[in-house]
């Protein structure tokens, strides 16, 4: 009885669509129910994980609909004409057969789609052979395409020591991962309820690799145990297999700072080939398998990719000075070093760093890569296909709080997935001198230095690789910028979701910048559901387009701007909610379109509807998630980043720090002539500032104005000003 009551609770999603002020008798009695038997109170990681529904499979009709609804501002009359007579014949015809195939892989599975989309969205990426078409990315391989950035706190002490960053760092990473393969880590709840959110992920966080493979397809290889409680850490050329679990104890984190001052005082000579091999990582997925088959499968070289491969994850020591925040006097001389003069500019470099390295001083294999610079400030580079951004941002979340001393001094509340053996509220991580603070154990920890045996062929192959992935790093532009002159709070106070605000300030700049729409990604949550991931929230809409038509006018009606960014709002809500609860409509067209190509079919409808590419890409992943006082803003990380998913496009993140304040990482390809990172920030910036201006103005009517159709023209200049109440 228990779990049918657990089963129904889970899989009813009626809730999202009620007004949360009068919710139906249905609505009421499911809200009691979550209170009463999803209380998360001693929840462990994986309790609810087999009580999750299935994702749902739609209606094949219903998802025809919905692509025409959301293609139609895109395309001319002509165009959009002859979209619907393919998708009325593939109704009639194949798309009957390839719905039949989902029904039977529906019933048979607990995800119809997550398969697929590990293999074909992720697995398959990284080939030239796999990105042939003019507008894909430029470049082959995960970094850039696949691998995703996430950045240090704002607040954290920069000219720190780079050990002892790295000793703590990693050694509140490993008792995560301990945490996390026990199953004692607390899971995370959907907000504003208790809804457990599949946990499937947080198996792949750590130990996760990724194998090249000459076939279509990488091979997944999850290597989790007290055996491979070991990290791999890279400086300079140098490689060490590091020991974090002795005796079948974690060693402290003095202990490991010992190691890491040892590692960064080993000047022994490094040969280049040594220094680059991490760029195969890098570059195409069949040029990598191939090196690793003929020069890294026997003997010692072999043994080392294994320790590689199974490690839980990788430290990089970078040499690089990187700042942020308030930089210090010196490094504003150009006299003396060659870092730009403003901290805007640093802060992009950071971001860059972080997401490529130089092109060979990051492993991309591997799910986590933990970068700490010769300044102590510190970043990760994440393969994509382990894991979606939340579950580590979660866990980034809860080792910054105790990383950045949170506890010390205070009587906060300790969030449920910080865990409580960690606290401590009188002494801080770090002494006077920038050491850790600890020598509560004297077990040393085990240190070996791995050691390659390349040829004269193997060597030359490495540089020329290395060259390769040099001119990567240079293809991609990166603007991260703060806005700080209003946040979430603001947005609110103007009757707005924060996130829809952005994504039509989003759409705003790119017609600013492009004079035409294009088709636009926003990630959204399906974790609601066993195995699920995420689903392709399409912001472009009808709706969106009026309003973005109307602030481009010379002379702009506030009132009906106003009135058109609250219609393209509910539009894009609706949207974000249909993706939430398993009724969007782009995975199922992916697994349409895969079950053809598994067929040995062509399906002209479906080729025509998934060739229009993503030319913008967002996501906004929350942070502090798990529930940081706001008086210490300084704790949440600064964000993160990905680069566009086409030569044309944009890729853009965005991360709200606390009420009143946003961070956007915004890239694109050098390449195109179109396109350019710096220039679309600003505009973005501009727009954000408008769409202020304009609300602020429409707000100020009253309702006896509105009621005589009285209106606020205001000039496309003046809108541009910044004018809060």
Not at 169 to 177: E, I, Q, T, V
Not at 240 to 256: G, W
Not at 395 to 417: A, H, K, Q, R
């Amino acid at each position: 009885m228990f779990r049918f009551t657990i089963r129904r609770i889970l899989s009813y999603t009626d809730w999202i669509f009620d007004n949360p002020k009068s919710p139906s008798f249905k609505t009421k009695l499911w809200r009691i129910s979550t209170k009463f038997f999803l209380c998360p109170r001693n929840r462990k990681l994986y309790d609810f994980q087999n009580y999750l529904p299935k994702f749902p499979l739609q209606k094949l009709e219903d998802t025809i609909s919905k692509y025409l609804t959301s293609v139609r501002p895109l395309l001319s009359k002509e165009k959009y004409d002859k979209h619907e007579e393919l998708a009325r014949t593939f109704l009639q015809e194949e798309g009957l057969e390839l719905q039949k195939e989902l029904v039977i892989r529906h019933k048979s599975t607990d995800n119809y789609v997550s398969e697929y989309w590990t293999d074909y969205a992720y697995l398959a990426a990284g080939r030239r052979s796999m990105n042939p078409t003019d507008n894909t990315s430029p470049n082959p391989g995960l970094m850039i395409n696949t691998s995703v950035a996430l950045h240090c706190p704002f607040g954290t002490p920069q000219n720190f020591r780079q050990a002892s960053r790295a000793a703590s760092l990693s050694h509140l990473l490993m008792y995560y991962r301990y945490l996390i393969q026990t199953g004692n880590y607390s899971p995370f709840a959907l907000p504003g309820t208790n809804l457990p959110l599949c946990s499937e992920q947080y198996r792949k966080l750590y130990n996760f690799t990724r194998v090249p493979s000459k076939s279509p397809l990488d091979r997944e290889l999850v290597s989790p145990g007290i055996e491979t409680g070991y990290v791999i850490v890279y400086n300079e050329g140098r490689y060490y297999k590091v020991d974090y679990i002795k005796d079948q104890r974690l060693v402290s984190p003095r202990q490991l700072e010992k190691v890491f001052l040892a590692i960064l005082a080993d000047d022994s000579p490094v040969r280049d080939a040594d220094k680059m091999l991490p760029s195969f990582t890098a570059g195409d997925r069949e040029v990598w398998a191939d090196f690793r088959e003929k020069y890294l499968s026997n003997g010692q070289n072999r043994k080392n990719m294994r320790y590689i491969d199974e490690c839980a994850f990788v430290i990089v020591l970078d040499p690089e000075e990187r700042y942020i925040g308030k930089i210090p006097t010196f490094i504003m001389d150009p006299e003396k070093n060659p870092y730009p003069k403003t901290e805007a500019d640093h802060l992009s470099m950071f971001a860059a760093s972080i997401l490529h390295g130089n092109g060979h001083n990051r492993w991309m294999d591997k799910s986590i890569n933990l970068v700490v610079f010769k300044t102590g400030l510190f970043g990760y580079t994440v393969e994509h296909t382990a894991s979606d951004a939340p579950p580590f941002v979660q866990v980034v979340d809860s080792l910054n709080v105790i990383e950045m001393d949170y506890f010390v001094g205070t009587n906060y509340p300790v969030p449920l997935w910080v865990d409580r053996k960690l606290v401590n509220r009188e002494k801080t991580r770090y002494n006077e001198q920038g050491y850790i603070n600890d020598d509560s154990d004297p077990v040393p920890a085990v240190c070996t230095k791995l050691e390659w045996n390349f040829n004269e062929e193997a060597e030359e192959r490495i540089i020329t690789q290395a060259a390769l992935t040099l001119g990567y790093t240079k293809s991609v532009q990166i603007k991260y910028s703060v806005f700080d002159r209003f946040g979430s709070f603001r947005m609110k106070e103007l009757k707005m979701s924060p996130d829809a605000y952005v994504q039509l300030a989003i759409q705003l700049a790119y017609f600013k910048d492009q004079k035409e729409f294009a088709l636009t990604y926003e990630s959204g949550l399906t974790r609601l559901f066993k195995l699920g991931r995420t689903e392709a929230i399409r912001s472009l809409t009808e709706e969106s387009c009026q309003f973005v038509r109307a602030m481009v006018e010379d002379e702009i009606d506030s009132y009906k701007a106003y009135k058109l960014l609250q219609s393209a709002g509910k539009a894009h809500a609706m949207i974000v909610k249909n993706a939430m609860v398993g009724k969007g409509f782009d995975r199922h067209l992916f697994a349409l379109y895969i079950t053809s190509k598994l067929k040995g079919e062509n399906s002209e409808f479906l080729e025509s509807a998934l060739s229009i590419p993503y030319t913008i890409s967002t996501s906004q992943v929350p942070l502090n998630q798990i529930g940081i006082n706001k008086a210490r803003p300084d704790v949440t990380c600064i964000g993160g980043g990905f680069g566009p998913v086409t030569k044309h496009g944009y890729g853009i993140a965005y991360f709200f720090h606390g009420d009143n304040s946003m961070a956007f990482h915004v890239t694109s390809f050098n390449e195109s002539q179109r396109t350019d990172a710096v220039r679309f920030y600003n505009l973005l910036a501009e727009s954000l500032t408008q769409i202020e201006t304009i609300c602020s103005t429409a707000l100020r009517l009253t309702a006896a104005e509105c009621i005589k159709g009285r209106r606020r023209i205001i000039s496309y200049k003046d809108s541009l000003s910044f004018s809060q109440d």
